[in-house]
């Protein structure tokens, strides 16, 4: 148990990087929060992450020996967009029963035809939300009880997927990944003793629609990771 624990956190260690991040993709990504999603042809587009990553990074995920405990979180905020002082997040937060927000940001999602949207992830101790900060309009809840596990790559990218076998799962990118994996984790073991299994992989598939399997692969090439989107 104790070597399966250090070959994980190796891994995590492994993701130190502040590299160019570039994403291949069989469809374009591209970023577009309002239009209906379509067919197009092949595209590919480039991330940079953010320095705050490199430090994060290096954060155990599902009860790895934990290493320097006084820095554990130090650097986590959780609510990046003050979700009291608006309105609209504490309205929507309530009508569903919630109360305590764990992490709030914009991150991007990848839908099924290859695009990237703009989405405000919001995460509480019952459920994740995918909400539309254009037009404030909630576009998905999933409760934590739903999510089967977290796929992440071993190298540095922001890349996460949130596997939800009972409907479709989900795709997304953010420079605070580290924050919400682990997050996520000790919300769903608080809420139910369950210990979120977290996967890391440089190609795992998941659904990106109801009839749609796609994979993912990470590469690490020179001077980034090369990351490439596939239909199955």
Do not use: W
Request: with cysteine.
């Amino acid at each position: 148990m104790a070597q399966k624990s250090e070959a994980r956190f190796e891994k995590i260690d492994r993701l130190r990087s502040n590299r160019r991040v570039q994403i291949e993709d069989s469809k374009p990504a591209r970023f577009d929060d309002d239009e209906e999603e379509e067919e197009g042809s092949h595209g590919s587009i480039k991330l940079r992450p953010s320095e705050k990553n490199v430090t994060e990074d290096q954060e155990p995920f599902m009860g790895f020996k934990v290493r320097r405990k006084a820095s554990l979180h130090r650097d986590y905020k959780g609510d990046y967009l003050d979700v009291p002082s608006n309105p609209f997040l504490m309205k929507l937060v309530g009508k569903q029963g919630d109360s305590h927000v764990l992490f709030a940001d914009k991150a991007l999602k990848f839908t099924g035809s290859g695009k990237m949207k703009r989405r405000i992830l919001l995460i509480t101790d019952f459920a994740i939300y995918i909400i539309d900060p254009e037009t404030d309009m909630l576009k998905r809840r999933i409760a934590l009880a739903a999510v089967e596990r977290l796929c992440l790559s071993e190298l540095s990218d922001n890349f996460f997927a949130i596997i939800v076998p009972t409907e479709y799962d989900l795709l997304m990118a953010s420079t605070r990944k580290t924050e919400i994996v682990t997050l996520l984790v000790d919300a769903t073991k608080s809420m139910s003793d369950y210990e979120l299994e977290v996967v890391f992989s440089n190609s795992f598939e998941y659904n990106a629609a109801s009839d749609l399997v796609k994979e993912v692969q990470f590469e690490e090439v020179e001077g980034g990771v090369k990351t490439r989107i596939l239909r199955k």
